[in-house]
């Protein structure tokens, strides 16, 4: 007889995490996706500004809104998938009543993390390189990557469940992710000119603070409000 | 153990879709469905599991031992409930053994050992015809089969079967005679259908 109590919240959340990379590992159609993008727009970019098109005073400014563009739009391609899959498969219904919705937000958002962090490892070092774009302070470029990541993973993930039972979902996921993500990488941005220019990691620490202000606050209200979003 | 609805209404708009309506039901019941197409029964059944939203009453489910209590709205003893339904899906990229181990870890029990094949072969499914294919190459009436063992995985209080034989040849529908007996022993299990061999196995049934 079915009496237990619902599920540990990290067991579960790590189930799903390691049912949604078994999923992605077998039909890579998200890592496709990203690393496509991803490496046309490396291309471009490097094609259209090479290391030697830019003013060396101009390379941090420009520089560091590409390296962001690059990271959001790939973001963009991909990251929507862990929950419009799940509606558009049929599955959600077997999830829903399966998992604790906390569980699930978090499995996801992990999924996310793994995806972002794995395309950001392969964009960075091609685009410093293709660009010539040299870092002073190569510790705040990580922590700006990583907390960047971070809020673009959590902020794509609720984004993702709010728009994954709608019609036009790649449209609306646009429109509602682009300035739930617009703070965060003004920041981001903002510091990894400062990682250009200055050597120490306490010239871009307000922008560290920002991001991780960003993050604590997209967290927290992704699990207070996703209850409400996947239930209904 | 029982399921009470209390003036269960669902409505889309100022469309009435079933309701209002009040029943209870005892632990060791099996309640049928019937009605035309379009009549509100999935609507029923979603809205008794708590995953849509009743549009007023309520469904309350008293678990073993809590008869006294106040009772769960659906929702909130998800873990408790089984569900098969026609646009119900598991896992297409997974095989059926990883489908039903992965629902085990989801709610928090180490899957054991054998355990996903001794249900699978239950439902009428032997190793060699699924064990290393992905459920996407299954046949419809086999992916059928592997939901009725995901529904039983947890055994769960209630059951809640939307026309469970579909897509099932004869020992299929055998199948589902079986899972609903075992339901009964274990429960309550509601089943939605107007399949006539599958209202044969309710004990009785309420036509919307």
């Known amino acids: 007889m079915s009496t237990r109590s619902p599920a540990p919240v990290l067991g579960a959340a790590l189930a799903v995490l390691r049912k949604d990379l078994l999923a992605e590992w077998r039909t890579r159609i998200a890592v496709n996706a990203l690393f496509l993008f991803a490496f046309a727009v490396l291309v471009l970019v490097g094609y259209a500004v090479g290391p030697t098109r830019l003013a060396p005073e101009d390379r941090p400014t420009v520089n560091a809104v590409l390296l962001w563009i690059v990271i959001f739009f790939s973001a963009m391609t991909g990251l929507a998938r862990v929950f419009v899959k799940e ?61 960047g990541g971070l809020g673009l993973a959590g902020a794509s993930t609720f984004t993702a469940a709010l728009v994954s039972k709608a019609a036009a979902k790649g449209a609306l996921f646009a429109v509602l992710s682009i300035p739930l993500l617009l703070p965060p990488l003004v920041a981001a941005v903002s510091g990894t000119q400062v990682a250009a220019r200055e050597s120490s990691f306490a010239a871009g620490l307000d922008f560290v603070r920002v991001l991780v202000a960003y993050d604590g606050v997209v967290t927290t209200a992704a699990f207070l409000l996703f209850d409400a979003v996947w239930r209904e | 153990m029982r399921l009470v609805a209390d003036k269960l209404t669902r409505s889309y708009g100022a469309r009435r879709i079933f309701g209002p309506l009040s029943l209870e039901i005892p632990k060791g019941t099996v309640l049928g469905v019937s009605g035309s197409n379009g009549s509100g029964k999935t609507t029923l059944l979603k809205t008794l599991a708590g995953l849509i939203r009743a549009s007023g009453g309520s469904a309350k489910i008293f678990l073993e031992g809590e008869e006294a209590g106040a009772g769960h709205a659906p929702r909130e003893v998800a873990w408790a409930i089984g569900w098969v339904a026609p646009d119900l899906a598991l896992y297409g990229e997974l095989t059926a053994e990883e489908n039903l181990e992965f629902f085990e870890r989801v709610r928090g029990r180490a899957p054991a050992i ?95």
């Open chain 2, 114 to 208: 054998g355990r996903a094949r001794a249900l699978l072969e239950g439902v009428g499914l032997p190793p060699h015809s699924h064990s290393k294919k992905s459920l996407s190459s299954l046949s419809t009436g086999q992916r059928q089969r592997v939901k009725l063992a995901y529904a039983t995985l947890h055994e769960p209080a209630v059951l809640f079967l939307d026309e469970p034989s579909s897509n099932l040849d004869a020992d299929g529908v055998e199948v589902v005679a079986r899972v609903v007996a075992a339901q009964r022993e274990r429960g309550i299990a509601i089943i939605a259908s107007n399949d006539l061999r599958d209202l044969a196995l309710a004990d009785e049934t309420v036509s919307l």
């Open chain 1, 87 to 147: 509606e558009e498969a049929g599955t959600a219904s077997a999830l829903r009543l399966a998992a604790p919705p906390a569980a699930v937000l978090l499995g996801k958002y992990l999924v996310n993390v793994v995806l972002l962090f794995a395309v950001t490892a392969f964009i960075v070092p091609l685009f410093l390189v293709l660009t010539s774009f040299e870092i002073a302070c190569p510790p705040l470029l990580v922590a700006l990557l990583v907390l």
